[in-house]
């Protein structure tokens, strides 16, 4: 999300990855901690994740290589209460921008991860995998861009998910924005996970941005709120 004339760009809080790399020789620190909860079955699942942090560092105009990595509590409730925590597994990956003109209002990425198995036993997904988006973005006027991302995730089981997002941003002054955002995934290419979030962003300087969002299961029961802080450093 971005504001005009501001810096920093991110790639929170929302789902959808912007369309822009950091530029060369930046470092950027995106992290923020996430609250969430589901409910299926008669069985609850909470969340927390703190802090989820994503470090980018731009090697060139239109590359940046990309590190991910987040803190995990789950306390599981069914007929017993059951307390998993721990860090997660690590993503290691690179940004590359395909299209950037000042004559056009279109950007073009492609992002992808590599998923290494190495985080805690209780929190790991045992498999290495890969998670792969491109990314779309326009300027619809000066204060509205629209991004979206279509992607395709693998871990080593089954067939994978095939995943979606769509964001609208608005620019409300030189300091606020908001956004809001269908999105979700194809779990297996058989059943489709539906969500909308949306939240705000504050400039606190122009390589500073802080953000709020909450976010809801469409066609089940989940929902998450999620505070964040994104440093751009030697821009």
């Given amino acids: 999300m971005c504001l005009n004339a501001q810096e920093i760009i991110t790639d929170r809080p929302d789902q959808t990855e912007s369309s822009s790399t950091i530029p060369k020789n930046s470092f950027q620190i995106e992290t923020g901690i996430l609250f969430s ?8 699942s909470n969340n927390w994740n703190l802090p989820t942090t994503l470090l980018r560092f731009g090697i060139s105009r239109n590359i940046e290589l990309r590190l991910a990595n987040q803190f995990t509590s789950i306390v599981k409730n069914s007929e017993e209460k059951t307390h998993q925590y721990g860090f997660g597994d690590i993503e290691i990956g690179a940004k590359i ?7 056009i209002n279109t950007e073009i990425a492609f992002l992808s991860h590599l998923v290494f198995p190495f985080g805690d036993k209780r929190i790991s997904n045992t498999n290495f995998g890969s998670i792969n ?3 779309i973005s326009h300027s619809i006027t000066k204060n509205t861009s629209l991004g979206y991302n279509v992607g395709y995730n693998y871990f080593g089981e089954d067939l994978g998910m095939a995943t979606y997002s769509l964001a609208v941003g608005f620019t409300i002054n030189d300091k606020w ?9 194809w779990l297996n290419f058989q059943s489709i996970a539906s969500n909308l979030d949306g939240g705000f962003t504050y400039l606190l300087q122009q390589n500073i941005q802080l953000d709020i969002s909450y976010g809801l299961g469409l066609n089940y029961h989940m929902h998450y709120t999620s505070l964040g802080f994104s440093w751009l450093i030697g821009y």
């Fill in 37 to 44: 909860q589901v409910n299926a079955n008669s069985f609850e």
């Fill in 97 to 103: 921008q395909i299209l950037r003109k000042k004559n």
């Fill in 133 to 135: 988006k491109l990314s």
């Fill in 177 to 185: 924005g908001f956004y809001i955002e269908p999105y979700g995934e």
